[in-house]
């Protein structure tokens, strides 16, 4: 898997946000599928062409019969078992490729080809908002900030402290289930700033759709300055997000 992950990386230089794969993967089925469906179609209205009744009965030709293999006959058996042999070929390599993205974005960059600037943030889903905490220990509610970059890296561990919920982000490809006593994996990159939402993707009770949330995607520099200014706070500001968590 890490020859897989290694050659991710390699091909585009840094690397790649899972809608990026996903949008890959799509692209790449949609012309596969267009193709074949154009060959097939042409093909068919070829052979209906060629082969339609005129009425006109023609010495020695023996036409192919609905239910019968080709015997052989001017290489029909020849096209069948090449047609045969190319829809072989594309399904496997389709299968091989989409399993090959999908395992990046599984497994994610694994840690030990991983940068200095990767972080790993503590997800806590509660009736009803999402609770944050960064490795020096600063906790935000609802709010998550995290520096743009292609080689940042965010891994977030998912998990929940009353009912089960579902974190996701639709722009950044982000779902995944917070469950109680489980700690659910994901990890997501945000090469440009800006603002995207977080919603609840499972009915979790009355408050259920004013569950969201923010990740707020900042310039490095800017992240790191704000990053540096939580350490003195962090622990003040860590019990009145809990607080004001357990009085919703």
Known sequence: MMDLLVLQQQASGSWRTQAEVFSEIFLVFLVIGTVVGVVVISYTLYNGYRYRD????????????????????DGKSKK?????????????????????????????????IETEGNMDVQVTGFQFGWQ???????????????????????RL???SR?????????????KSDAIPGE?????FLADEPGSYTIECFELCGIGHSQ??????????????????????????????????????
């Open 132 to 154: 944050f905490e960064y490795p020096n220990g600063q906790t935000e509610l609802n709010t998550l900030r995290v520096p743009a970059g292609e080689d940042q890296v965010i």
């Open 211 to 248: 569950m969201r949330g923010e990740i707020i995607v900042m310039e490095p520099d800017e992240f790191n300055e704000w990053y540096d200014g939580t350490y003195e706070g962090a622990s003040s500001q860590t019990a009145e997000v809990e607080t004001g968590a357990e009085s919703r």
């Open 157 to 159: 561990q998912i998990t």
């Open 54 to 73: 005129t009425g006109e009965e023609t010495a020695g030709f023996d036409a192919p019969q609905l239910g019968e293999l080709p015997t052989g006959q």
């Open 162 to 174: 009353d009912v089960m919920h579902n974190f996701g982000v639709t722009e950044l490809r982000i």
């Open 80 to 112: 069948l078992f090449l047609s045969f042999g190319l829809s072989a070929i594309i399904v496997i390599s389709v299968v091989v490729y989409s399993y090959t993205l999908l395992l990046y974005v599984e497994s994610g960059p694994s840690s030990e």
């Open 183 to 187: 700690t659910s994996e994901e990890w």
